[in-house]
């Protein structure tokens, strides 16, 4: 027993730590000829750990065999408290337990290991006396078992084994002490390093913080500011601290820093916002004079025990520059604003839009137009590119590449598209231009979007203005040349045909080329009617009535499979017109419609009604590029339900000489063109294929109650009649037919192959020549300038003009006040000729 106190001495000078204890017992216990365990239960409470064993030499030889067998330590092994029957059953009695032979005790504890370690256990570990102890730890808490064995013990050991494992138990509890006290010590370390940390942090972040700090005491005395605050007030630190009184000082009670302090000694937090500080103090005040400033002003407590403030803290945050320049934003901002209401006023007078994108074709700007036009307000685009807006695909794609040709090149790139806007199809181009930086890069994108609708109407308009116009010339000008040798031929003929008796084999071939040159004038008399200088007798008309007139005549032009339905309006004003052309108009498109029939029955209609041509409606009148004015108009309309026109036709239908019939001469549709142009209306075709075609003619109506049209009067009397005629014409075959027709009936004729000669042949024989023949058309001095020098000669010689075009076109040529004494449009015969000149000679003096 001796020996095991000396032995517990030892463990409880070892009390520092659970390892020094355990390091203690097995050095002590086995100088006392014994060898064992402290077994200690885990927090758990499932198992039981081996915490510390003392063997003699020759066990611990035989344990490290053991361990490498097994290959693992025997300290740390845990094993279940289901298994350890008597480590349980001592600490449930909470007394030793001797075991006589403590191989039990050694199955129950030893590791699920193979037959070779097993065995090696058993030789040298059981079979030998043991004690099992129960460990204690705080108020009686039995913690583990300490297990002891010797080949000497005997029963009688139990209690120096238990006081033994007693001794341990306090060893142990005095180390957890000892730790958690040295924990503490540590922790508390820790805390004071931290809190010194902080103190040092604090000070450092209050010293170096902008914003103003003073400390007051409850008196209202400052106990403390840091740098910005002596930086801000223009003070030092002794001319302040525990000097200055905020009570006390009627600065702070003019500003109502002294109100708000009495308040937050109750507890309070108050915010007094922007307070103005004129710092040019009277005498006997505190702050030096530093100029006004605008301070934003907190104060708060500081609490103590009980909820108690103990001091109060008042923050002062300089906001003098920063209002400067919340001002001056303001003012900038206001002026901005007024430039874009001002940039916003100039670009919506402009039909164009405009568009700002960034370097990756985001919005950053839309003119109010271009709004207008995206149905969208400025917000819903900003950031976004123009697919996310919507744009067509093909468009989208259209206008990333012009993008990226402007980022490639630097350069302005300007495209061409259509686009369908409210049912109508608009031609629009957009200029895409680089936006630079200041540094000359690109950072952008300026959107320029025109509607070039009107334009490029005007550029087509233009051009078909300028094709009808060539073409016109062109037809004219052939017309013109070709009626000089129909004159020729029909005045050769006629005057041959004279000539001949009846029964003359050579009659019938000269009336066949007669009736051949008559045709031949219908063909010209169709290119002048295409070119607008066919011959118009210009009248009132009841178009209703000229229809219905020639309605038999109509119907028996058309084809057996065909029928012709007439709607006409009872009540159709009179439009000015030529009835001839209106009829040619009429026959034209009737014949054409009955072609489109093909071999199948069909109906063609024709109606008459009166139409408003309004500004927003005038667009569907220019089919032809004409040029109409708002207002009322009869509409001739000729509808069928043949086989319709192809698009790309449809395009041609009106230039001369374009023809889809094998026999045709392309010539009806340009007439009938030239005749509608003649008359100042306007036309335009509908078609679809399959279901027909539909022409419109719109004619002005007359504001005229009369018009008269003076026909010559016919006359073949020559008899009375003499005088020499002189014929002034460029072309020579037209002088000789023209002569050899008048001499034919006893008139002298005087030839001049051009305007001038014509002026000297007259001047020479002025008093000879009864009549002048007088062709509009000449090279160097033209009929008109001719027929002014003529008259300046002699006002009073009878003047017949003779040209290819029509009188009405004849007559533009003159001044109003020119009185024209006849016109005889070629062709002509010899009894047209012969009686229209004899009608204008001198008759011879009665001889009775």
């Known amino acids: 027993m001796h020996a095991i106190n000396a032995v517990a001495a030892s463990l409880l000078s070892a009390g520092h730590s659970e390892t020094a204890v355990f390091q203690a017992f097995s050095k002590q216990f086995v100088k006392l000829g014994l060898h064992g365990s402290i077994n200690l239960v885990d927090p758990t409470g499932r198992d039981i750990v081996v915490r510390a064993i003392a063997l003699p030499n020759k066990l611990n030889n035989v344990m490290a065999q053991l361990e490498k067998m097994i290959n693992f330590s025997i300290i740390g092994y845990r094993y279940s408290r289901e298994r350890a029957g008597l480590d349980n059953t001592a600490m449930e009695v909470g007394q030793a337990i001797f075991l006589s032979d403590n191989s039990r005790k050694v199955r129950e504890v030893m590791p699920q290991v193979g037959k070779l370690a097993t065995n090696l256990m058993l030789k040298y570990f059981a079979g030998r006396p043991a004690v099992l102890a129960p460990i204690f730890a705080d108020e009686g808490k039995v913690q583990g078992v300490l297990y002891a064995s010797g080949s000497n013990l005997q029963a009688t050991d139990g209690p120096a084994i238990a006081a033994f494992a007693n001794h341990i138990s306090i060893a142990l509890q005095n180390a957890i002490l000892f730790q958690e006290m040295k924990d503490a010590r540590a922790s508390l370390q820790r805390v004071n390093a931290s809190l010194a940390a902080s103190r040092d942090a604090i000070h450092a972040l209050v010293q170096q913080t902008p914003v103003g700090i003073q400390v007051f005491d409850t008196n209202g005395i400052c106990v403390d500011v840091n740098e910005a605050y002596l930086q801000i007030f223009g003070m030092k630190r002794n001319q302040i601290v525990r000097i200055y009184n905020i009570f006390t000082d009627p600065f702070a009670a003019r500003v109502g820093t002294k109100q708000a302090a009495e308040r937050v000694l109750l507890g309070e937090t ?78 919506r007078t402009t039909p164009d839009s405009f568009y700002v994108l960034d370097i990756n074709g985001r919005y950053l700007y839309a003119s109010p137009r271009a709004l207008e036009h995206l149905s969208m307000t400025l917000p819903e685009i900003i950031g976004k590119n123009r697919r996310a807006i919507g744009l067509s695909e093909a468009l989208y794609e259209q206008s990333e590449y012009a993008r990226l040709q402007v980022l490639q090149t630097g350069q302005p790139v300007v495209k061409e598209y259509g686009e369908w806007t409210n ?58 040349d070709f009626n000089n040798l129909l004159v020729a031929m029909l005045g050769q003929t006629s005057l041959a045909l004279t000539k001949l008796s009846h029964d003359n084999p050579a009659h019938d071939h000269i009336q066949k080329a007669i009736r051949a040159a008559q045709k031949a004038s219908e063909l010209t008399r169709q290119m002048l009617a295409y070119s607008g200088r066919g011959k118009f007798e210009i009248r009132l008309l009841d178009l209703n009535k000229l229809i219905e007139e020639n309605s038999h005549l109509l119907k028996v032009a058309m084809p057996k499979h065909v029928a012709l339905v007439l709607h006409c309006y009872s009540q159709l004003p009179l439009i000015e017109a030529d009835p001839g052309q209106i009829q040619q108009i009429v026959m034209n498109l009737l014949l054409n419609a009955a072609e489109s029939m093909e071999d199948r029955p069909g109906t063609i209609t024709i109606t008459t009604s009166v139409i408003a041509i309004l500004d927003e409606t005038i667009q569907q ?201 006849g016109f005889i449009q070629k062709p002509f015969d010899l009894d047209l000729l012969i009686s229209t000149v004899v009608s204008k000679l001198p008759a011879l003096p009665d001889e009775s």
Not at 434 to 462: M, N, W, Y
Not at 651 to 677: E, H, N, S, W, Y
Not at 786 to 800: G, K, M, S
Request: proline content about 2%; some cysteine.
């Open 621 to 821: 009148w220019q089919y032809m590029h004409q040029s109409v004015s708002p207002g009322h108009y009869v509409l001739l309309r000729v509808e069928d339900d043949g086989a319709g026109i192809d698009d790309d036709v449809l395009q041609k239908i009106f230039d001369p000489f374009f023809t889809t019939k094998f026999t045709g001469r392309g010539l009806g549709l340009a007439a009938v063109l030239g005749i509608v142009r003649g008359h100042h209306g306007s036309i335009r075709v509908s078609s679809q294929k399959g279901y027909g075609t539909t022409f419109e003619i719109a004619f002005p109506i007359s504001d005229k109650d009369n018009l008269q049209v003076v026909q010559p009067e016919v006359t073949t009397a020559v008899s009375t009649s003499t005088g020499t005629i002189l014929v002034i014409d460029d072309e020579e075959a037209v002088r000789d037919a023209l002569s050899d027709m008048l001499e034919s009936v006893g008139l002298s004729v005087i030839t001049a192959v051009n305007g001038k000669d014509g002026i000297q042949q007259y001047q020479q024989r002025w008093q000879q020549i009864a009549l002048i023949l007088l062709d509009l058309s000449m090279p160097d001095q033209s009929g008109a300038d001719t027929f002014t020098e003529l008259r300046c000669i002699n006002a009073d010689v009878p003047i017949l003009l003779i040209s290819g075009y029509s009188e009405m076109e004849v007559q533009s040529h003159f001044a109003h006040a020119e009185k024209l004494d």
């Open 423 to 480: 049912g109508e199809y608009r031609d629009q181009e957009f200029i895409y231009s680089p936006l630079h930086s200041a540094a000359g890069e690109i950072i952008g994108f300026v959107i320029t979007v025109r509607d070039v609708t009107q334009r490029k109407r005007e550029q087509t308009a233009l051009f078909e203005a300028q094709k009808t116009e060539s073409l016109g010339v062109l037809a004219g000008g052939i017309a013109h």
């Open 270 to 347: 108050m915010r007094l916002g922007d307070v103005h500080f004129d710092f040019e103090r009277a005498e006997g005040e505190f702050f030096h004079t530093i100029g006004r400033r605008i301070l934003n002003v907190t104060l708060f407590p500081v609490f103590g025990e009980s909820s108690k403030v103990v001091q109060f803290v008042g923050l002062y945050v300089d906001v003098t520059e920063q209002k400067k320049s919340e001002a001056s934003l303001r003012q900038l901002t206001m002026e901005l604003s007024q430039q874009k209401q001002m940039v916003d006023a100039m670009l």
